[in-house]
């Protein structure tokens, strides 16, 4: 499976995406609406035109080949479900357009109803069915199908908070068994970091970064994936290199420490990002790098989020504390942020600087 | 209701069998003078009540006509009716969901044009452009036959309008997933369009089937030979005004018969899309 470069439309609307997928492998697309994750997944699935560039599956150029002949099967966003048929009817319509013998179509259904669990279901129509048992019935229609690639259009944005994490699990699990390789676009952040193998994290119709999940939240190669990935998002910080080169001159005046190796020259104007997880109340021992007022506390329970406000700063820092944390609005934090967990962005393009 | 109180229950009670009783009427009284014999009605001393020979009333007016001025039978014209009818619902029926099918889903040529002048044809009924058609038919030599009756009459925009619409409620994803599916466009209209749009053929049916048998003005027009006749200008035709006698025995009960299929139409449709209604999705 190599999908390679593609734009699209009279406006441009995707901006030359590149990615090379390797068999079995489960992508996830991810950004913001209108960030062009579904198109690509249309194109893909042959329902948009290919402007320029080209997509191929396991080796053939698929772009001006039909939908139906690219091999692929395809679980959208509300199910398309055919609502005058039953469950049986749906999952085998495909199979049967395709003239594939009764008795290998009665099968091949009855066996992906039991990996999903339709066995009881197959005799109703789809507005008999739950939210959750639609899902399962679309996926079934794609399993039957036994393409060389799976297309999921945002399968889980109808369902409801709980239902959606079983399903991610149950299409995390289904995908590992059949080993098939798979896109999947979604706009949430949470999904993308647990399901994917990969994930292309795009913006205004590029792919800002593709990579394992952990790699991009360890190393975002922009603001936007930075801010984008993580929840809640990365606390952003204007500043200039000091110079010594050592350091982070925060617009408020306190210095923060950084490692070696960032490799930016001295006075540039960079953003300094620090995840709300790695900034620590400092203690006995060590100096704060810098201090704020909290302005709300947010008890999760297991967490406790912190928003406070450095002296003359435009926006709150998030922090994030242990549950057991006692903290009150008022309070004024000392406050660490560990060199290497710094992340050092470009202020004008954006873009990551060094390590 | 946002309260009931037992003198406007009352009032709206009162206006409501006004209404029925302003509808239910006339149908009464042609349903009882069809069961009376010619004197009677002739002296005027039928009543309210049943009259005692309705099965000679009902007999002449299915299998001979009028005496008086010879007219078809009723059975000859409800047949005549009913070819016209159907053939005006089925045809408008296939006409405009293929037509709506085509205008909804294909991006060809003219596609815009072609719906305009679809939706222009809704100011064009039939009497407005009676000669023209009147020629055309005559021209085509379908002057007496159910082919110069119903037609003329198919070809409408309403009918296809109403499809228009149904269509553009289908979800876009459902055609993308019989796409995917490898239906083409055949498959996806005979599998999925048309089951979808049972009910609203249904209740097309209903309105149509009236439409066509309630047709006067052009079959009075293109039938010449009594054998064409529709039962709607069949009743007009027993009808003397002068030299002789009307038999309103026999028109009566021909009226009273040709209100039976609509009825029938109507009851028996009515299951179909209550059901319809009832089964719509979310």
Not at chain 1, 179 to 189: E, G, I, L
Not at chain 1, 197 to 226: T, W
Not at chain 1, 242 to 249: K, L, W
Not at chain 2, 79 to 90: E, K, T, Y
């Amino acid at each position: 499976m190599r999908a390679v470069k593609k734009s699209y439309g009279s406006t441009q609307v995707i901006h030359g995406i590149d990615c090379e997928v390797a068999d079995g492998e489960l992508i996830v697309l991810v950004g913001p609406s209108g960030c062009g994750k579904s198109t690509l997944l249309r194109m893909i699935a042959g329902l948009e035109e290919i402007t320029a560039g080209e997509i191929a599956i396991e080796g053939r150029v698929v772009n001006d080949v039909e939908p139906k002949d690219r091999d692929i099967a395809m679980v959208f966003q509300n199910y398309a479900l055919y609502p005058h048929m039953s469950v049986y009817d749906n999952m085998s319509y495909g199979l049967r357009i395709r003239g594939m013998a009764k008795d290998e179509i009665e099968a091949k259904v009855k066996k992906a109803a039991d990996i999903l669990q339709l066995g009881q279901l197959l005799q109703r129509t789809p507005r008999q069915l739950s939210g959750g048992q639609r899902q399962r019935v679309a996926m079934g229609r794609a399993i039957v199908r036994d393409p060389k690639v799976f297309l999921f259009d945002e399968p889980l944005s109808n369902l409801d908070a709980k239902l959606r994490v079983q399903m991610r699990v149950e299409i995390k699990q289904l995908q590992h068994r059949l080993a098939t390789t798979s896109f999947y676009v979604t706009h949430d952040q949470v999904e993308a970091m647990t399901l994917a193998d990969r994930m292309v994290v795009m913006n205004a119709g590029v792919a800002e970064q593709i990579g394992r999940p952990l790699d991009v939240y360890a190393k975002p190669a922009s603001l936007f994936v930075a801010g984008f990935i993580g929840s809640p998002a990365m606390n952003f910080l204007g500043g200039r290199i000091s110079s010594d080169g050592r350091a982070v001159e925060l617009a408020g005046g306190a210095p923060i420490a950084l490692g070696n190796g960032h490799g930016a020259a001295s006075g540039r104007a960079v953003t300094l990002g620090v995840r709300p997880e790695n900034l620590v109340v400092t203690g006995n021992g060590r100096a704060p790098d810098f201090s704020a007022a909290v302005t709300l506390v947010e008890t999760l329970g297991a967490d406790t989020l912190v928003h406070a406000r450095i002296a003359g700063a435009a926006s709150d820092l998030i922090v994030r504390l242990d549950g057991a944390a006692v903290v009150k609005e008022g309070d004024v934090l000392p406050l660490a942020a560990p060199a290497a967990s710094l992340h050092l962005f470009d202020q004008d393009s954006g873009k990551r600087i060094g390590e | 209701m946002v309260e009931r109180r037992p003198l406007s229950n009352l009032i709206a009670h009162l206006i409501l069998w006004a209404g029925v009783i302003v509808v239910v009427f006339p149908v009464y009284y042609t349903l009882i003078a069809s069961t009376h014999n010619p004197r009677d009605i002739f002296n005027g001393e039928i009543g309210f009540l049943p009259g005692g020979v309705p099965t000679e009333n009902y007999k002449a007016a299915l299998f001979a006509g009028a005496k008086q001025v010879k007219t078809t039978p009723a059975t000859v014209m409800m047949l005549n009716s009913l070819v016209m009818a159907l053939m005006i619902a089925v045809g408008k029926i296939a006409i405009s969901i293929v037509s709506a099918y085509a205008v909804v889903y294909f991006n060809f040529w003219g596609r815009m044009a072609a719906f305009w002048t679809i939706f222009v044809t809704l100011m064009l009924p039939v009497e407005v452009r009676i000669y023209p058609t009147y020629k055309v038919v005559a021209d085509l030599g379908l002057l007496n036959s159910y082919w110069g009756l119903s037609v003329p009459l198919i070809a409408s925009a309403t009918a296809t309008l109403l499809f228009r619409q149904f269509f553009m409620t289908i979800p876009d994803e459902l055609v993308e997933a019989s796409k995917i599916d490898g239906a083409g466009p055949m498959r996806f209209f005979w599998d999925t369009v048309i089951p979808l749009s049972r009910t609203n053929m249904a209740a097309l049916f209903v309105i149509l089937f009236i439409y066509g048998w309630n047709q006067y003005l052009w079959p009075l027009l293109i039938t010449t030979d009594a054998g064409m006749d529709t039962i709607i200008v069949g009743i007009r035709r027993q009808i003397v005004t002068s030299d002789a006698n009307t038999d309103w025995h026999i028109v009566m009960a021909t009226a009273v018969l040709a209100m039976l299929p609509p009825v029938a139409v109507v009851v028996f449709m009515q299951r179909l899309f209550v059901k319809g209604l009832v089964e719509t999705e979310k």
